[in-house]
């Protein structure tokens, strides 16, 4: 089936062919790397015209997907996530446009949804009916969704060290799972030997074209979708229909995400929709990270990581093959640049729980890795706070939560008869009094703007039990500390009338408050003069938009020790 709007380039070659997913390799040289062209020229003029008459998922972007025809049936309403503006992270960052790609809100929760619905659609339109592939375990199951839909038969060859809900999850679609003992490069081994041996469709993962292409449309969506975050979030004024962000971060495993969204991204530039296409950074798990190991050494080849150290299996693709060479060489021509970093499974736990407490994501480990990159990056300074970044957050936390939220997460309350019987004046309303144990601290916060305001009191409820009181003026705080005099201040400098050196001024007039520790918290860098003022008078000083929500709480717990 040949289609005018798009044909296959041989990588190798060069040699163009029409696009069948049959045919594996180059007729010509007999490469497996080959990746579709389409007439740019023709489709401009619908993504600019026929759009918006279309509904949000990612079908409206046709024109640029290996498919012919669209099959309503199949559909589960991929795509069209929601970019989410990260208000409280983006602040803790100092960074005011930082952006969340939702890729759980998909059907199966996550982004391997839009590689599954347009595989799935390719299979169903070239007669497949029984497919084999090899996963970590959100593949498996978004292909499964999609291929019991499709009335396919689905093999999953699965690495034993898959969570083993996301495991019961495949086989309730009606896949056949074969769970291998091994790593997940040996299980795509035996699921191609597998597929040979029984002549089946197998997946081949970043030589699928189907499986780039899909991934795509996450570009053209962000691209869709940033003018107006950015215009609700009273970042900019007028704006194009179009516009990229200056980076995409995502989790990275075989890569073919990262691969896909920059080849969508370069489409939407040559044909002249967006200014500049964006850089990557690619963020792996530091026991598994043959990417960040090469990168950094400046080597176009990447070597495979025999064994990987995570438990973060979704990322545990040790041998990144070609995927990485064609990722870099791309990375650097196209985007002049971009980055490839690693972080800690310890890190990406820790940071599962800032996402959850700042911004009300639950994220499975893989995806808060990208955030902990984010994180790492913007430390370093290789990503700037005024830049635009969006982050893919893709995966919901089912199969982690153990291991991440460790014992003690709730408190029990009894209100069995017994208890009853022997203390009756206790019972429930005594069992309620000890979530308000004599121990918890007060605080009071004093800083005019009200964002960080709200985040300092997320920052703090996150870690620990505190009664806080906010004063949005230095007036206000000082009343309020007369009142009830609290066991820490947080004070910013920075403020209308009473700033906060005025405030430690007044503080240090009464005996018994100037000996309150005061934290302070600024977006101001101090002149040595300023310093002067603040010594002797200040526990400790931190600065906006540097702290992370853990250095604070470390900082009051040494205070009121
Ligand atoms: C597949 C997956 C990744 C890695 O994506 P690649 O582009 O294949 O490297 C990261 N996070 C989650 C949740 C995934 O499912
Ligand atoms: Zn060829």
Request: hydrophobic residues 40%; proline residues 5%.
């Amino acid at each position: 089936m040949s289609h005018p709007n798009y044909a296959v380039h041989c990588l190798d070659c060069g040699k163009v062919e029409p696009f069948r997913l049959t045919q594996t390799t180059c007729s010509q040289c007999g490469s497996n790397w080959r990746e579709v062209h389409y007439d740019l020229a023709r489709t401009k003029e619908i993504f600019q015209n026929s759009l918006s008459e279309r509904p949000f998922n990612l079908w409206r972007y046709r024109e640029l997907l290996p498919i012919g025809e669209y099959i309503p049936y199949l559909s589960m309403g991929e795509g069209g996530t929601p970019l989410i503006h990260a208000n409280n992270l983006g602040m803790m960052l100092g960074c005011p446009t930082l952006f969340i790609k939702d890729e759980r809100q998909g059907p199966t929760n996550s982004f391997k949804d839009r590689q599954a619905a347009i595989a799935i659609a390719a299979m169903k339109e070239a007669q497949i009916t029984e497919a084999v592939l090899a996963s970590t375990g959100n593949v498996a199951i978004a292909y499964s969704a999609y291929a019991a839909r499709a009335g396919i038969k689905l093999w999953a060859f699965l690495t034993s060290l898959v969570p083993l809900e996301k495991m019961r999850e495949v086989a309730i679609y009606g896949t056949k799972v074969v769970k291998v003992t091994g790593t997940y490069d040996e299980a795509k081994r035996l699921a191609a030997e597998f597929a040979r041996q029984r002549n089946l469709h197998l997946e081949r993962g970043a030589c699928s074209i189907p499986s780039v292409e899909s991934m795509k449309t996450l570009a053209f969506e962000i691209a869709e979708q940033l003018p107006r975050s950015l215009a609700m979030s009273n970042q900019a004024g007028s704006l194009p229909r179009w516009k990229a962000p200056d980076w995409y971060v995502q989790a990275v495993s075989g890569g073919i995400g990262p691969l896909g969204v920059l080849k969508g991204f370069t489409e939407l530039y040559q044909m002249g929709l967006i200014d500049r296409i964006p850089r990557i950074a690619c963020i792996q798990a530091e026991g598994c990270a043959p990417m960040v190991h090469a990168w950094k050494a400046n080597k176009p080849v990447a070597d495979p990581i025999q064994t990987p150290k995570t438990h973060i299996m979704t990322l545990s693709t040790g041998d990144p093959g070609r995927t990485y060479t064609l990722l870099r060489e791309r990375m650097l021509t196209l985007s002049g640049g971009g980055a490839f970093e690693s972080v800690s499974d310890e890190d990406a736990f820790r940071t599962i729980h800032i996402l959850a407490k700042l911004e009300g994501l639950s994220t499975e480990s893989a995806a808060a890795v990208a955030f902990a990159g984010t994180i790492k990056l913007f430390r370093q300074g290789v990503i700037k706070p005024n830049e635009i970044v969006v982050v893919n957050c893709t995966g919901h936390t089912m199969p982690v939560e153990t291991l991440v939220l460790g014992d003690g997460w709730a408190t029990d309350i009894s209100t069995s008869r017994s208890e009853m019987e022997t203390k009756p004046q206790e019972g429930l309303y005594g069992a309620l009094s000890n979530l308000t144990p004599e121990k918890v601290r007060k605080i009071v916060i004093i800083d005019d703007t009200e964002d960080a305001r709200r985040l300092l009191r997320r920052i703090l409820q996150s870690q620990g039990d505190f009664v806080i009181r906010e004063a949005a003026s230095g007036i206000t705080g000082i009343q309020m500390i007369k009142e009830d005099p609290p066991d820490v201040i947080i004070l910013d400098l920075m403020m209308p009338e009473m700033d906060g050196f005025a405030v430690l001024n007044q503080l240090h007039e009464y005996p018994d408050l100037a000996s309150i520790p005061v934290i302070v918290v600024t977006a101001k860098e101090l002149t040595k003069d300023e310093q002067m003022l603040l010594k002797g008078k200040v526990k400790a000083l931190m600065h906006k938009g540097k702290f992370m929500s853990d250095d604070l709480a470390d900082e009051i717990l040494e205070v009121i020790k």
